[in-house]
């Protein structure tokens, strides 16, 4: 079994993983903000490459890996906090406590709820489904993005959802930081920005492409 100490390392080493995870596809996924016809194209390219490349499918099996691992441990201290009458992470600096990281459990749960739908609406369709091709022979996930992101329910859902993943990473991210030892009076201002900064452009800059699309797609 693994110590407390182990499950917040685990804890610390998987949410940076996915925290970093999440700025490549970030990244990735401005493409959508092209005009379409350039969209179209690139973004199909863009998903391909990242299909056949040998690197990528490695750093995703660790992606798989690191989401699993980090909702099992969340689940295990959630639940022994809860057992024991604790907060989902104790804070002994004399500070009252944020909502959300009272709520940690729930919000990661209402993640996992959303990356499973996510996942089926756009990974299960690309790898085992039967999309169409593009002029380029590639999968046409494009067309994918486009058809799902006109759903008003399910741009809703992806908008709550990264709000929810936002205050998830503004906790997480400053957990992560005094797991590592990181937390100095010092600099735990410039953390704290930083880790604020990170969250909301993130979640703000997921939330606007499903809402860009379901305005401006033809």
């Known amino acids: ?81 809860k057992k024991t009458g604790a907060h989902y992470v104790s804070d002994h600096r004399g500070r009252a406590s944020k909502w959300y990281s009272r709520n940690m459990g729930i919000l990661g749960t209402l993640i996992l709820i959303f990356l499973v739908i996510h996942f089926q609406n756009f990974w299960y369709v690309y790898k085992f489904g039967a999309p169409p091709l593009d002029e380029r022979g590639n999968k046409d996930l494009y067309v994918l993005v486009i058809e799902v992101f006109q759903q008003w329910w399910y741009v809703l859902i992806y908008v709550l959802s990264m709000v929810a993943l936002c205050y998830h990473l503004i906790h997480g991210i400053h957990s992560a930081i005094r797991t590592l030892g990181l937390f100095h009076p010092k600099f735990v201002k410039w953390f704290k920005i930083i880790g604020i900064s990170y969250s909301v452009i993130i979640s703000i800059g997921f939330a606007l492409m499903p809402i860009y699309i379901f305005f401006t797609a033809k």
């Open 1 to 81: 079994m693994l110590s407390t100490l182990s499950k917040k390392m685990l804890m610390c080493l998987t949410g940076l993983f996915l925290a970093f995870f999440l700025l490549i596809h970030f990244l990735g996924n401005l493409q959508l903000f092209l005009p379409q016809e350039q969209a179209h194209l690139q973004f199909n390219a863009y998903s391909h490459f990242l299909a056949g490349n040998i690197l990528i499918k490695i750093i995703s099996y660790v992606l798989y890996a690191s989401i699993i691992l980090h909702a099992l441990d969340g689940l295990i201290i959630t639940v022994k906090n």
